[in-house]
């Protein structure tokens, strides 16, 4: 399949959609998106971006193995995310009992690591179902996860998740407002398919780098997936595309109501630093590795000296 049918050719359907997401973005943007977010670095009784840094590693390895989507990782983060960020959930549910359930659940998690695991993974479960052509039940995926928690911790838990979200589980991802973006642009930029390409897998690389990060949790969706093709129109060979493409984005963003422009080049800087660090911490390991290597080698080197100093040749 050439990777421009992944994008759209009914631009006028897909500026509609545009536009609806982002109105949605800033609707929804006073009631749960907050700069700080939901996690209190200085609270030591909280979890970390780190224990989530940690679940988002591990959700990407079970979809990996899975030969899943790795969108579906984005998609169960955001239902994560949203449901410990919301502040108006609480009396947005019908019955009281739920919205009890749901503020307990809400205030353990972000003080309980076994609690905020339990969450994500049943995130996970959830976006499976709702994202994949796949059927996954709930003891089948219990015992894909080890056993860690038994199936009816994790349909309990999607009661109160779902109840929490008031249902609303189909919230697009960076990766796929991007694609929505980047159908824009492709009737006026001509490009082969071949670079067509490396644009979208690139694009799609740093929206996935960037469900690793808690900061991007706290940025407009829209914003991300901006920054994301940015940083992706860097490595291109042809400055002429890169120079069209960048064009473009600047008329789409004053088409409708992104972030400012200001804004975007801040969260394309987080990426790239994100970016740095993911690389450091892979030469560190490596380094570490074959020091590790290095060690076992002379270690058995001086059992064998020492083997033979005892015994003779």
Known sequence: MQPTQSLSRDTVAVADTLAAIIKREQLTTSSWHDEDGYLNPSDPTMITADDRNKLVDWCYHFVDHCQLSRVTVASAMEMVDRFLSTKSTFTSTSNSADAGAVRAVSEEALRDQSKFQLLTVTSLYVAIKVNERVA??????AEMCSQEYTAAEIEDMERVLLSGLSWRCHAPTAHQVGLSILSLILPYVDMPEETWGFLMDEMKYWTELAVLDYYFSTQRTSTVALAAIYNATDDMRSKEHQKWLRAFLSVIMERFNF????????????????????????????SEDERSIDDSVKTCRLSNRSSEERHGP
Request: proline content about 0%; cysteine-free; charged content about 40%.
């Open 259 to 286: 972030d400012h422009s200001k804004q975007v080049r801040k969260v394309r800087r987080k990426l790239q630093s994100l970016l740095a660090k993911q690389e450091e911490m892979v030469l560190q390991k490596d």
């Open 136 to 141: 996954i039940s709930s003891d089948l995926f």
